[in-house]
């Protein structure tokens, strides 16, 4: 089955699903109620989002000098840095670096480049146990699941559905609150800390001009994700580059805001290096692996260039009403919602992702909501257009938008077939592609220009 008719197939399951649309519509009703708050915070949001804009956008202006510039002040206090053109590359690099240290336990804080690459599927085939950490992650894990939200990993489970996972995993009891699960977790947690031998993290922001890893979180788990074991591994995206370390005073707020709402993450941490001579704590090896993995591609676009922009947010997807229905499962990606459907055809290829473009009701919610301005719905077109000069959509969709430019390039095209013959041709579409779930409108028996010169005869 090819991914566009798995995509049509798993959207047609999903979409009409009550407990998960319920279980949604719950939870990004408290992110919408949270981010309301954040925003009123601001005197001028729209200000501080055109400042954040221009910064990334001159970051992919001047993007080859801040990475080297990142990497000359970082490598200066001992990192290793390494460049992975893709995730085959950064998986060899982990792989070594999981030999070299005998490593049989490896704890990570929440990082969708771990997921592009499948880290946690790398270390278990070599033997290593890989432990998300953040809760969500945790849980997501526990459950055999992928991160369904880039920011709320489980936010399609309710607390009956987490409840109930954790009684069948843990034996924990049935009626577990939320705060008696989350210290439950917190206990396995600091067990694998004190155990892991091989510490991994992503990174919000490479910061060019100190050299600096930024990590934003809310639970600690990043922080003793690094504190404990000796080799900390960062696996970034090279577009998380910024020019300057005074620039977060911007960027924390609009992340925290846009994410979760709040004024700033609760955890914010830079961090420059492995143990130096004069320190007591931190890792002895620090490692960051610099991954491409298509973002050059996006980058050589023309159009789709400023996606590279995103800071992750996760705001297009809880604006999106096609994202809120169909879930984020569906897109069978690692990014998902609007700027998962701009970026995947890049990174994954067009021939098979192609149709991640083409499911958007193009309203432009996520140019609204998106704290950098990436003009999302520009670029969807874009890569619509892609798709049909590259010959990947439907034969069908061509003849029939033929058949409908052909007809409605001449009023008489519409005049001349009666309403009937009309209602009856868009007929099929109740049973094909348009879905059971509704129905075609009944077209009037008149054309509207036929009825206009009827009423101007009476007057």
Known sequence: MSQAHKFIQDANAIAFDLKHRNTIKFNISRYDTAVSKGMARYQNVEAAKSQAAAIKRDVLRNWDKYL?????????????????????????????????????????????????????????????????????????????????????PAMHKSKGDIAKLFNEKFGTPIDSTPEEMTEYVRQVLREKYTRAQVGVTGANFLIADIGGISVTENEGNGLMTTAFPKVHI????IEKVIPHMKQLGLFYPLLAAHGTGQQITAYNTIFTGPRQANEVDGPEKMIVIMLDNGR????????????????????????????????????????SGPIGSVLTPFLRGFKDFSHLSFASSLCGKCNEVCPVKIPLTDILLSNRRKAVEQNLRPKAEKWLMRGFRLMSSNRIGFDIIPGVLKTAGTYPFNYVGWGPKRSMPTFANKSFSQQYKNKKKQK
């Not at 969500?136 to 459950?143: K, L, N, T």
């Not at 960062?234 to 995206?237: E, M, P, R």
């Not at 800071?311 to 096609?322: E, H």
Request: with cysteine; hydrophobic share 35%; aromatic share 8%.
């Open 296 to 335: 050059t591609t996006v980058f050589d676009d023309n159009e789709g260039y400023e996606s590279l922009a995103c800071i992750r947010c996760g705001a297009c997807l809880n604006g999106c009403p096609v994202y809120k229905t169909i879930g984020g499962y569906t897109y069978d990606t690692t990014y």
């Open 234 to 237: 960062v696996l970034a995206g």
């Open 68 to 152: 080297i510039e990142f990497e000359e002040k970082i490598s200066a206090r001992g990192v290793e840095v390494l460049w992975a053109k893709d995730a085959e590359e950064a998986t060899s690099y982990i792989e070594q670096i999981l030999r070299d240290n005998e490593a049989h336990l490896l704890v990570k804080s929440k990082s969708m480049t771990t997921e592009e690459i499948e880290l946690n599927h790398t270390a278990e085939k070599m033997g290593c146990e890989s432990v998300e950490t953040d809760l969500g992650e945790f849980i997501v894990q526990v459950a055999g699941e992928k991160p369904y939200h880039i920011v709320t």
